[in-house]
């Protein structure tokens, strides 16, 4: 059977694809990279938004247009939030809720007939299928309270990976040629809580630079109560990536209060302030959230002026968007769509300005770059093609260069700032 994969929303989603991916090519079927030659499409939804809800909709109505005779398998957070919407949207022909994704090359495509499998699994390269690098989710569910999130109520409580397993998984996704993986998890910094190891990411990463031969760790979205400063001393190792998404949500506390979040501006500042101090080069992005229910203009203003203070590398701007069982769905002074935009454009206008400025500190230094692959043909004259890839600590960077530099980590000197990316010279 020719399968084709795809997925909207977070790592996690991306990562389940990935694992997903494994498991039709362990099965005996192929994957296509192209929608309209598969027998079957499997959509890994997302429903963090209102918008994102939507998105998947469309997303499964465009696919079934391109490939009416294909089956649509449908599976994640949309399909647990709506899931009678989902069923009769046209070509689904099944549902998989999110407790039984892990089961769902069994549910929908039974084995293949009895072949010779490892040509198959041999083609689960870097970059052939996505990225050059690898996504690992290491836990799934959550047991925070957010009042605006909708995850507890379609992911479920926390629960984690056995450490044993994400070593195995890691050590073979070496072995078949990545230098990169990225932890994923809905709550990452709790990993390990659900048997008793209040440490259990530390003690996870240790075991994974003790004992694989990875080059490059970088871990994914890590809520700030979770870390503490002795946590930054894992960067002592060269090899886990300076780069750290901590969501903020609001810089002002009113609004952190009634968003039920477990921390303050005082302690993220300090937390931050801990971080950078243990980390060089740190790149620190985050979420934030415009127009939740009571955000005055006053409110607004402080958490402007205290995402402006801290420096983000990076922003993920989100209007704030009711979530159907949610507490803040329940909320009075709820703010006017009109009032979202705004506060959304200038919040993104900021993070627009931060982003650029933490990439001019970097021009003319020198970083090891890992090339995810060629994205466009080079201008005449230039002596190459046009490669793109990511620093440690997440500059995306561009290089002409003559040479195969597909999933290569190379030394390249860092020149000029062009289209919102570095420009690139490989040593």
Not at 91 to 107: H, P, Q
Not at 213 to 236: H, I, K, M, N
Not at 298 to 309: L, N, T
Not at 325 to 340: I, N
Request: proline share 6%.
């Amino acid at each position: 059977m020719r399968v084709y994969l795809t997925f909207l929303g977070c790592r996690v989603n991306e990562s389940e694809i990935e694992s997903l991916g494994r498991d039709f090519l362990r099965a005996g079927h192929r994957l296509v990279t192209d929608p309209a030659q598969a027998d079957l499409v499997v959509v890994n939804t997302c429903t963090v938004t209102g918008e994102a809800g939507r998105k998947s909709r469309r997303l499964i109505r465009r696919l079934h247009r391109i490939n009416p005779r294909a089956d649509l398998a449908v599976t994640g957070c949309h399909v647990e939030a709506a899931w009678e919407e989902v069923a009769v949207l046209p070509g689904v022909r099944w549902l998989v809720g999110n407790a039984d994704k892990e089961r769902l090359v069994e549910i929908v495509a039974p084995p293949a007939a009895p072949m010779d499998r490892e040509p198959l699994l041999r083609d689960w390269r870097p970059g052939r299928w996505g990225h050059t690098r690898a996504f690992v989710k290491v836990q799934d569910g959550c047991d925070n309270r957010c009042t605006f999130c909708v995850t507890t109520l379609v992911r479920g409580t926390g629960r984690s990976r056995p450490l044993a397993d994400v070593v195995r998984e890691v050590q073979a996704l070496v072995e078949a040629g990545y230098r990169e993986v990225v932890l994923t998890g809905i709550h990452l910094g709790s990993y390990g809580h659900d048997w008793g190891d209040r440490q259990g990411l530390r003690h996870l990463v240790e075991a994974l630079l003790t004992d694989t031969d990875l080059l490059r760790l970088r871990l994914s979205s890590l809520e700030p109560w979770d870390l503490d400063e002795a946590f930054f001393r894992l960067w002592e190792s060269p090899r886990l990536c300076p780069h750290l998404h901590l969501p903020l949500q609001s810089g002002c506390d009113a609004t952190l209060r009634r968003m039920a979040r477990r921390t303050t501006t005082a302690r993220y500042r300090r937390l931050v302030e801990a971080a950078r101090s243990a980390i060089p080069d740190l790149a620190l992005t985050t979420d934030i959230i415009v127009g939740f229910p009571g955000e005055t203009e006053e409110a607004f203003r402080r958490s402007y002026d205290f995402v402006a203070e801290i420096g983000f590398a990076k922003l993920h701007v989100f209007p704030y968007s009711p979530r159907p069982g949610t507490a803040a769905a329940r909320m009075a002074d709820q703010v006017p769509p009109a009032v979202k935009v705004a506060r959304g454009r200038a919040m993104r206008h900021l993070g627009e300005r931060m982003a650029r400025a933490f990439r001019e500190r970097f021009l003319g230094r020198t970083l090891p770059v890992l090339w995810e692959g060629a994205v466009e043909p080079s201008e005449p004259g230039e002596g190459g093609r046009r490669w793109e890839g990511l620093t440690p600590n997440y500059l995306r960077v561009v290089a002409v260069h003559p040479d195969d530099l597909h999933n290569a980590i190379t030394s390249t000197r860092l020149v000029a700032l062009q289209n919102g990316h570095l420009v690139g010279e490989v040593a």
